[in-house]
């Protein structure tokens, strides 16, 4: 059960400062609702006048307002993420109240990585400069691909060469870091439409590359054409050899893999706020159907933003549910998130059989035999970041 006032147990609430904190923001509006995703997100057909940027905009400082209560004298923020959704359709003004919210309730540490998501269609130079000014040090733009005819199947609405204008003006406006999103594996996307996205984003000049293959979730359009024979599912073969082709492409280009389905040019360049999660910080997630996790402690909002604007107003939690992780969910959870890393996972966290399967799956060529030997760690090779789902049952027993 959720206590009405959201309070947390004072032994979540003990380490808190000493592990990563980090503020999520969930926005989600969007223009249009692209066919492939299931994200908690709403067009403007879809909601009523409860559910303008101004009441979720309300709603969002009245949560914050209840995170500084309930986590006492939190942290300043290491990181805050602004997701989606679609953020940039609040307009850099927006983007700025935003903030000014997280730094009011919660506050924002010196240095700290300020990250907004972003559509190209909805930017321009003078959003930029103008969420610079803001405060936000990091963008991560959309693309998705170069090829007309797979943004087409995506539903996406931005012609092909708009992300890497984007990126080129977010640059210009003062932006260090600068991601780019890709999914492969869309129905009829060829190896040559593939290359044509990897020499679009390395053409750009980008620092941080994110790339996810496609995933039909039930429920969605994408989904739907899939049942009716429209399209074809994802092939799994082609899928590890879109992965091979991005990992060569990228590694040749100096971006490194530091995570699964991400790459950086630099230390520097890699998303911190997303480190956070992967190494079992904490966070709160603000907004509607965001998660939050602060000491074993997890919750989540309720989704629809007139619900969650309308409980905040009334002076209600805007929760939905909470669970306590044991100590057996937080260690497979801490297995599931530290195998994706490039760093790997101590073998001190394993017990006797979850060593042994390491040691099995080092001889299979799944796990680096030499991280293990030199330092103790359970690294993914280039095989093992393909079949790293596999990899991390047998490591958590």
Request: charged share 25%; net charge negative; aromatic share 6%.
């Amino acid at each position: 059960m959720v206590p009405a006032e959201s309070a947390l147990p004072a032994e979540s609430l003990a380490g808190l400062g000493t592990r990563p904190f980090g503020v999520y923001v969930h926005v989600p509006f969007c223009a249009t609702r692209c066919g492939y995703c299931d994200f908690n997100t709403y067009t403007a057909g879809e909601l009523d006048s409860a559910s303008s940027p101004e009441s979720w905009l309300d709603g969002l400082r009245r949560e914050l307002e209840l995170a500084g209560r309930v986590l006492g004298a939190p942290p300043p923020a290491d990181t805050v993420f602004v997701g989606g959704g679609t953020p940039s359709l609040l307009g850099a003004g927006g983007l700025e109240s935003v903030l000014g919210a997280v730094r009011d309730a919660v506050g924002i540490a010196p240095g700290a990585e300020v990250t907004t998501e972003s559509n190209p269609e909805s930017t321009s130079p003078e959003f930029f400069a103008g969420i610079r000014d803001a405060g936000y040090t990091r963008v991560s733009l959309g693309m998705q691909s170069a090829a007309r005819h797979v943004l087409r199947v995506l539903d996406r609405v931005h012609t092909p060469g708009r992300p890497v204008a984007a990126a080129a003006e977010a640059r210009a406006a003062g932006f260090e870091h600068v991601n780019l999103d890709l999914i492969y594996g869309t129905p009829g996307e060829r190896p040559e439409d593939l290359r044509a996205s990897l020499d679009a984003v390395l053409e750009s000049g980008v620092d941080h590359v994110s790339a996810y293959a496609l995933i039909v979730e039930e429920g969605t359009a994408l989904a739907r054409r899939v049942r009716r024979g429209e399209l074809p599912a994802p092939d799994d073969d082609m899928l590890a050899e879109y992965y091979e082709q991005i990992d060569r492409s990228l590694a040749a280009a100096g971006l490194r893999w530091y995570e699964v389905s991400n790459w950086a040019a630099s230390e520097a360049a890699r998303c911190g706020h997303n480190l956070g999660y992967w190494r079992g910080g904490d966070w709160w997630g603000a907004g509607p159907g965001a998660h939050s996790h602060v000491g074993g402690v997890r919750w989540w909002n309720v989704k629809h933003p007139s619900r969650y604007a309308a409980a905040l107003a009334s002076g209600a939690s805007p929760v939905g549910g909470r669970e306590m992780l044991t100590e057996e969910d937080r260690h497979l959870e801490r297995v599931m998130l530290e195998l994706r890393l490039a760093e790997g996972l101590s073998l001190d966290v394993l017990d006797q059989s979850g060593i042994a399967a390491a040691r099995d799956a080092a001889a299979e060529g799944l796990l680096d035999q030499s991280a293990m030997d030199s330092r103790g760690r359970a690294v993914l090779t280039a095989r093992g970041r393909l079949l790293a789902d596999g990899v991390v049952r047998r490591l958590a027993g």
